[in-house]
C-alpha cells in the first residue's frame, strides 16, 4: 500500500524487476503543474516481469496514469514487461489514457500477457483521448470493465493502434465490457484490418448513444479473417451482399452479419475465411439468393433458397461452415 500526492515524474515506477505488487495505493493530482502531454504517467510499469496491480485509485493524473511499456534502456530480452495484471482499480479525470499498453516495439519483442479486468475509468469532460490504447501487444486482455466517456468530444473509449504494424500487436480480446458517453466503443486502425492479427471483441455492453465499433479506413476494407467481432445493439449492419453474379465466394473478412441483398438471382457456394469456431448469420432483404449445400452444409444436405426476412445461421468447424439454424419469416 502507498500513496502519491502531485508528483512531478512517476508517482510509482517499476522498473526491471519481476514478482512486484502494488495494493490498495492511491495517486493523485499526478503532475498537475507541469503537464506535458507527453506521457510522463502516474504509475508506469517498465522492463518487469509478473506484476499485480490490485485496488488501486488513480485522481486527476494528468499525464497519463497506467503505462506497460518496450524500454531501450534495459538489457535484451529483459527490456520487455511481461505477465501484467491489473483489476479493480479506479480511474478518475486523466487527461491523457487511463492505461496504456506498449509502446514502439523493441526488437526483442512487444508487451505480452497483459490483462485488464474490472476497473472502472471515468474521463473528464471535453477529452479526446481514449481511455485504453492498445499500441501494441500480444496477448492482451480486457474484460469486464465500467468505461465512462460522459462530456468527451469526438472520442473512442478503446484504441487499437496497431503501432509499427500489425505484426506488433497479436491475441487481442476485448469483452464484457461496459461502455457508454463515447462517440465510439473500440476502433481499429487501418493496419488491423489486413494482414493476421487475431483480435476478438464481443459480449460488450455499449450505450445505444455510441456508435459501438470505427473502422479507420472503413469496415469494407477488412480482409483480416482473424478479426472477429460482435455488434451489441444490431443497430448498425455488417457487410451487404448485393452482386448478382454466380458461384460467389464471399470474403466475409470476419464479420458475425452479412445482408443478402442481391437485386437479381445470385448462387452462392461460399464463404472464404472462416475462422475455426466463427459464427455467421445471414439475413436476406429479398428472395434473390440461394445458398448452395457445397462448402456449406445445410439442414438435410438441401440448397437454402432464402425468402424476404429469413435468417440462416452457420458455423465454422473443420475447414466448412455447417448450419447452426434457420428461421424461416
Known amino acids: 500500500q502507498s500513496s502519491a500526492d502531485n508528483c512531478q515524474r512517476h508517482g510509482i515506477y517499476f522498473a526491471e524487476g519481476r514478482n512486484y505488487t502494488a495494493s490498495s495505493c492511491l495517486i493523485r493530482n499526478h503532475r498537475s503543474t507541469v503537464y506535458s502531454a507527453a506521457y510522463r504517467v502516474a504509475f508506469s510499469i517498465s522492463r518487469s516481469r509478473n506484476v499485480t ?16 511499456d518496450v524500454d531501450t534502456q534495459g538489457t535484451a530480452p529483459d527490456n520487455v514487461s511481461i505477465g501484467t495484471v491489473l483489476s479493480n482499480c479506479v480511474f478518475l479525470g486523466s487527461a491523457l489514457a487511463d492505461i496504456r499498453i506498449g509502446t514502439v516495439p523493441a526488437i526483442d519483442g512487444v508487451v505480452s500477457d497483459v490483462v485488464v479486468s474490472n476497473c472502472v475509468m471515468v474521463r473528464p469532460s471535453s477529452n479526446s483521448i481514449s481511455s485504453i490504447t492498445i499500441e501494441g501487444g500480444d496477448r492482451i486482455k480486457i474484460d469486464g470493465c465500467l468505461i ?22 497479436d491475441d487481442v480480446t476485448i469483452t464484457n465490457n461496459q461502455i457508454s458517453g463515447w ?20 459480449n460488450n455492453q455499449i450505450s445505444a448513444t455510441t456508435a459501438e465499433l470505427e473502422f479507420v479506413g472503413g469496415e469494407d476494407t477488412t480482409t483480416n479473417n482473424n478479426l472477429i467481432y460482435k455488434r451489441s445493439n444490431g443497430k448498425n449492419a455488417n457487410r451487404t451482399y448485393s452482386s448478382s453474379g454466380s458461384n460467389v465466394v464471399i470474403p466475409v473478412g470476419g464479420v458475425d452479419v452479412l445482408i443478402m441483398s442481391a437485386s437479381g438471382a445470385t448462387t452462392v457456394s461460399n464463404f472464404s475465411g472462416g475462422t475455426e469456431g466463427q459464427e455467421l448469420m445471414c439475413y436476406f432483404t429479398n428472395g434473390n439468393t440461394t445458398l448452395l449445400n457445397t ?18 445461421t452457420f458455423v465454422y468447424i473443420g475447414g466448412f461452415w455447417r448450419e447452426k439454424c434457420r428461421s424461416l419469416n
Open 295 to 312: 462448402n456449406l452444409y445445410t439442414a438435410g444436405a438441401l440448397n437454402f433458397v432464402g425468402s424476404q426476412y429469413d435468417t440462416i
Open 148 to 169: 465512462d466517456g460522459s462530456g468527451t468530444a469526438s472520442s473512442r473509449a478503446i484504441t487499437l493502434n496497431g503501432t509499427s504494424g500489425a505484426t506488433y500487436t
Open 183 to 202: 462517440d465510439y466503443g473500440v476502433q481499429f486502425e487501418s493496419v488491423l484490418l489486413t494482414g493476421a492479427s487475431k483480435i476478438q471483441v464481443f
Open 53 to 68: 496491480v490490485e485496488g488501486c485509485v488513480f485522481d486527476n493524473c494528468y499525464d497519463g496514469t497506467v503505462e506497460i
